[in-house]
């Protein structure tokens, strides 16, 4: 297949000749398309004489052929790596200044990008930014690997191993081989809803109850399964629009109430997944003016909210798959894994998500990890690394319920319900 080798200007470029290499040895056509910064590093003839191809950073030459527009389009693959700040800041931006950002912008093949810098510049609040934005319009960005940098510092930053890129590749090229993202992907052909944020309750016209659920880990999901061939509605309970992924319906809510209507307005979906943060309780009534200080404290009585997906697992049909998340943090009464597995049975989920939070995991743009149970509350797999990860691991777990329970030819063929998931 053909892989477009995008080089960015970083010292850890001569790892990625050794990527090159990997490449063309399992037989794909590599075309390197490093900027003009990469070339301090590595020099051109070096990527020519391991491609066999020629190479250039502008977008002026080639114009007869409109090479700028051509080989984004005719790729299979478009991997970048290292990919550094300043080159991530630019396809967020969506620049084209150069003939790798150009091939970016062309591209309509999955992207995948293996970042490399300094542990301050990836966690600077741009680079933070810049990263969700990418991964918001599916593009793969892995996280970096943990360790020795280029001078005598270390932590996160380091572009992940030679062999671990390739395989990340191999694994898109494999979807991308199958058909996906135009619909035949391992979730080709099926409908998937998944909710995601977290539900408001008015209290008056300017107050609400709510939560910090940042709908992050349902928009990863929403992503994933797109990118696998499903056709995907999000329904999303008071996201930053800027979150929103284009290429897949979004359906916007904000009470539970709502997306109770809207859940169940799709419930024939195949798969339904609820990742939302969904409020448990609500005002028994809301004030229709803002509600005044009185001086003497206030007490809001609040009742019961329906819970949406213990009814739409008891509703299911025996073909669908209905998925629940449990954010649970370990208390007196049991561990997070017990309370999960209490969740698991009492919810009748096929499958249920269970992670750790408090102390900085779980919420927002951290990494997570998540125990995937049965209805039974028998764990099926385990999945781990950032919501881009944990969303990939889920639905394998999906698609081996869905297999399992479809005939043997089934669109993925496989029949295990259970899988070990990589972390
Ligand atoms: N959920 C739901 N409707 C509710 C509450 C939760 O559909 N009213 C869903 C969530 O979207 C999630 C799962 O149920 O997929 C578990 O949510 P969680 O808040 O962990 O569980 P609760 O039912 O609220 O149980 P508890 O408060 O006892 O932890």
């Not at 995008?6 to 010292?11: L, N, P, Q, T, Y």
């Not at 777990?397 to 329970?405: F, G, I, P, Q």
Request: proline content about 5%; glycine content about 12%; some cysteine.
């Amino acid at each position: 297949m053909r892989v477009v080798l995008g080089v960015a200007g970083g010292i850890a470029a001569y790892k990625s000749a050794l990527l090159l290499r990997l490449l063309r040895e399992a037989g794909h056509e590599v075309r390197v398309v490093p900027t003009a910064a990469a070339l301090q590093f590595v020099g051109a003839p070096t990527w020519e004489a391991l491609s066999g191809q020629p190479v250039t950073t502008s977008v002026f030459e080639g114009t007869d052929t409109v090479e700028h527009v051509r080989i984004g389009r005719e790729a299979d693959l478009v991997l970048v790596a290292p990919a550094t700040a300043d080159l991530m800041a630019r396809a967020a931006g969506g620049l084209a200044n150069d003939l790798l950002t150009a091939t970016l912008l062309t591209a309509t093949c999955p992207v995948l990008m293996a970042p490399a810098m300094h542990t301050e510049m990836w966690l600077h609040a741009a680079t933070v930014a810049n990263v969700e934005t990418l991964r918001s319009r599916g593009i793969h960005v892995m996280d970096p690997a943990d360790g020795r940098l280029t001078g005598a510092d270390s932590g996160p930053g380091r572009l992940p191993e030679p062999g671990v890129i390739f395989d990340e590749a191999l694994r898109l090229l494999g979807q991308a081989a199958s058909g996906s993202p135009a619909g035949q992907g391992d979730l080709g052909g099926r409908s998937l809803v998944v909710s995601a944020g977290g539900t408001r309750e008015p209290l008056d016209p300017v107050r609400f109850l709510g939560n910090r659920s940042s709908g992050r880990q349902g928009i990863a999901i929403a992503v994933e399964a797109a990118a696998r061939g499903a056709d995907v509605t999000l329904v999303a309970a008071n996201v930053d629009a800027a979150l929103l992924p284009p290429g897949v319906e979004v359906v916007e809510v904000e009470t539970t109430a709502d997306l109770q209507v809207a859940m169940r307005a799709r419930a024939d979906a195949d798969v339904l997944i609820m990742a939302a943060a969904v409020a448990d309780y609500r005002p028994a009534t809301v004030a229709e003016a803002k509600v005044k200080k009185s001086g003497d404290g206030l007490s809001i009585d609040l009742v019961e909210n329906p819970d949406i997906l213990a009814g739409l697992a008891r509703e299911a049909r025996a073909d669908q798959v209905v998925v629940g998340f449990a954010a649970e943090t370990g208390d007196a009464s049991g561990s997070v894994l017990e309370h999960g597995r209490a969740k698991a049975r009492r919810k009748g989920a096929a499958l249920l998500a269970v992670n750790a939070v408090g102390e900085g995991a779980g919420f927002g743009d951290v990494p997570n990890a998540v125990v995937i149970l049965d209805t039974q509350g028998e764990v099926v797999a385990e999945a781990g690394g950032s919501k881009a990860d944990v969303a990939r691991g889920l639905l394998d777990a999906v698609v081996a319920v869905l297999d399992s329970r479809a005939p043997v030819d089934g669109p993925s063929g496989l029949s295990a319900a259970a899988t070990t998931l990589p972390g």
